[in-house]
């Protein structure tokens, strides 16, 4: 697991949003696994703004999404549909067919075995994009999901409901269930990105860079992977 350290939020936001410059431009047909939450929110607009002044061409890109709420349809606000659309896919040129976030809604086993088909029609995502959750979580595995997990419906720990309640009215409105990638499924991106910044991620990001490798701590797989990278900033790094 390769670590990068920013004395800054914005240097670590910038950082992160070159190295899928960098992958776009290197293969314009790439597939990007991406995240919601409030993590990469900087990171797409960095994107954004080097669209709009130096137009990087997302034309041929595909992205699927790690994550989606259970009963949300795409116009809910708070849907991760919906997230994506505001914060990046409306304002660079990808079309909005090559964009992938897991539906929430109806047959639930038959979009999981459809979303891993289309990862696989695609050739597998080319660089995936990871947040922290503060008990180890990526995507939405929570701690206890199996290393070999695929697209999977699965029911959210309290205190994953409680940390994205702030999104919401109040904790009762937050999903209780959401459709995620699983660990295998993100274990099989050729490079994985994981961004995480802020002194409440420090002790999560000691445990999954310097604890065992524990299905206890799902980012802590990460450090199997070949080619796995941790962009942090000094806060969230404070315990490395
Ligand atoms: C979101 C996702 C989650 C978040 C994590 C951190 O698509 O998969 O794992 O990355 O919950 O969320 P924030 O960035 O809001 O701290």
Do not use: W
Not at 94 to 104: A, D, F, K, M, R
Request: glycine share 8%.
């Amino acid at each position: 697991m390769k670590i990068h350290i920013f004395q800054t939020k914005e240097a670590l936001h910038q950082a992160v949003a070159e190295r899928i410059i960098d992958t776009v431009k290197q293969n314009p047909s790439c597939v990007l696994g991406l995240s919601t939450g409030s993590s990469p929110i900087d990171t797409y607009a960095n994107l954004i703004e080097d669209h709009r002044t130096k137009g990087t061409d997302y034309s041929k890109v595909s992205t699927f999404n790690l994550d989606e709420y259970v009963g949300l349809p795409g116009s809910h606000p708070q849907s991760y549909r919906y997230f994506m659309n505001q914060y990046l896919f409306h304002h660079v040129n990808i079309p909005l067919e090559q964009t992938h976030v897991p539906s929430g809604i109806g047959d639930l086993e038959k979009e999981c075995e459809t979303y891993e088909e289309a990862i696989r029609k695609r050739g597998g995502i080319d660089l995936q994009l990871l947040g922290i959750g503060t008990n180890g979580h990526i995507g939405f595995n929570e701690p206890g999901t199996p290393r070999n997990s695929r697209t999977h419906v699965t029911r959210l720990l309290k205190e994953t409901i409680a940390a994205n309640a702030r999104f919401f009215s109040g904790e009762e409105e937050v999903p209780t269930e959401a459709v995620t990638m699983g660990i295998q499924t993100i274990l099989e991106a050729k490079q994985i990105v994981l961004l995480a910044y802020g002194g409440p991620k420090a002790a999560t990001i000691r445990n999954a860079v310097k604890g065992p490798v524990t299905e206890e701590v799902p980012a802590s797989v990460l450090q199997t992977h070949p080619d796995a990278a941790l962009y942090l900033d000094e806060e969230a790094a404070a315990l490395l």
